[in-house]
């Protein structure tokens, strides 16, 4: 039975869809609006946004008219079907919703409306990798403790990514690399400022794409697949060559067998005509199948390119709502932490300069292994948004606890704590209790 299916029995069993609380009517948020809109069982009740209009306009633009913005009757509107818009996402925890997805892009907001949410009894479905990148296992732990569902969402790269990943390894492959296609060269020096004319012409957030072209996006979505599938970084920054959808196997298998990878199960990506799709590149050494795949149009082998040659952001996340209600399952979250996103110096920082965080002026995103960076005293790209630069640093330099200082009064820096804790082996429940 399909999920819609499924979500209109659900309806008729209870006599209210799925609500949904949203946090962030940006690009995204105004996407997912639009489309849980059109999806019977679903609706969206309730929107947080610092800009309440945002909000308002996100529900006009999906038909929903009549939208209560202020009020001591919030929850009984929402039961009511009535839509509601609120200035403080952490409100949404105190609705009568059934799960919150946060769209805000903001590590800090995303710690504060996961943690909370998941202690208010509803399940988190995110839209915010830069968040899980940093606290997801922590998040996902605490969920499985609390008997709910903490989820990145359908539609990103590493979910779609990590469908294939399950599939591949489901028929009897290993997993060689896993990956994804940008369709650009990264350019760390890229700001919003000198993107803001193409930002402008794209009708996106200047941030946003700076995150984009200067390489953020890609390091985060490709940590969030690593600890999500259990697959490794084999180096700082990963390969990243150019490839087509055909040299796909030919490019991501070991050097040893022409390829440019140093170890197998690993995450990458590659630049050219392979975005906006994503790719798992699979190994089999038995005779049978090499036999079998070749006759069925695959290739010589013994290394295969599954391959899904798109992903539909905010068009495909109310799938991993769908999941996590009727499936209780999540789409994606941490198994491992295997991956670190680590904070570079886009230029030189002068000694007293505060961080202004994920693309903005002053720092892009680098992945490597869990390993490496811990060894380094290296710091994660979500902490550092409003830390203090505590000497000058020359560009390029990638940053640790002597460069710089984060505020350790945020949520994301104290749950940061906890999760370090927990890779230490502490029970979850402790952790919280403390």
């Known amino acids: 039975m399909s999920y819609v299916d499924r979500l209109r029995k659900r309806e008729r069993e209870l006599g209210r869809p799925v609500r949904v609380g949203l946090v962030g009517a940006g690009q995204m948020g105004i996407g997912f609006v639009a489309q849980a809109g059109r999806i019977d069982g679903m609706e969206v009740a309730a929107i947080a946004d610092i800009a309440p209009e945002r909000g308002v306009r ?19 509107a929402v039961a ?14 105190r609705l009568p919703i059934d799960v919150i997805v946060d769209a805000s892009g ?17 399940d988190v479905a995110m839209l915010n990798v830069e968040c899980d990148v940093t606290i997801g296992l922590l998040l996902s732990t605490l969920a499985s403790g609390l008997g709910r569902v903490y989820t990145v969402c ?21 997993v060689v690399c896993a990956g994804k296609g940008k369709n650009n060269p990264l350019d760390p020096t890229a700001t919003p400022a000198s993107l803001a004319d193409r930002a402008a012409a794209k009708g996106m957030n200047p941030h946003m794409l700076a995150s984009f072209v200067d390489g953020s996006k890609t390091m985060i979505e490709m940590a969030a697949l690593a600890n999500g599938a259990d697959l490794k970084v084999a180096r700082r920054g990963m390969t990243g060559p150019h490839s087509t959808v055909d040299s796909l196997s030919a490019t991501f298998r070991p050097e040893a067998d022409g390829g440019r990878l140093t170890e197998t199960g690993v995450v990458d990506y590659c630049t050219g005509p392979v975005a906006p799709g994503v790719f798992v590149i699979g190994h089999t050494d038995d005779p049978v199948v090499i036999e079998e795949m070749a006759y069925l149009g695959m290739g010589p082998g013994p290394y295969y390119t599954f391959y899904r040659p798109y992903h539909l952001a905010s068009v ?18 941490p198994i491992a ?3 670190e996103v680590l904070a570079t110096a886009k230029r030189d920082l002068a000694a007293g300069e505060l961080i202004d965080g994920i693309g903005g002026e002053t720092v892009y995103g680098i992945t490597d292994s869990a390993a ?55 029970p979850v429940r402790e952790l919280i209790a403390a």
């Open 58 to 76: 996100a529900f006009e633009r999906a038909g929903r008219r009549d939208v209560l913005t202020d009020g001591d009757g919030l929850a009984v």
């Open 80 to 93: 009511q079907g009535r839509p509601v818009v609120v200035d403080d996402a952490l409100a949404l925890t």
């Open 106 to 122: 903001v590590p800090e907001v995303g710690a504060q409306v996961a943690f909370n949410g998941l202690l208010a009894g509803k």
């Open 154 to 174: 359908r539609g990103d790269e590493p979910v779609e990514c990590k469908a294939l990943v399950d599939y591949t390894r489901d028929i009897g492959f290993s």
């Open 316 to 333: 495909e996340a109310p799938l991993s709502v769908a999941e996590a209600v009727l499936d209780r399952k999540p789409s994606l979250a």
């Open 337 to 339: 932490w295997n991956a």
């Open 372 to 426: 490496a960076a811990r060894a380094g005293g290296h710091v994660p790209l979500g902490l550092v948004g409003g830390a203090r630069v505590l000497r000058d640093v020359p560009v390029g330099t990638v940053l640790t606890t002597e460069d710089i200082a984060i505020d350790e009064t945020t949520t994301i820096a104290s749950l940061r704590r906890l999760q370090e804790r927990l890779l230490l082996g502490e």
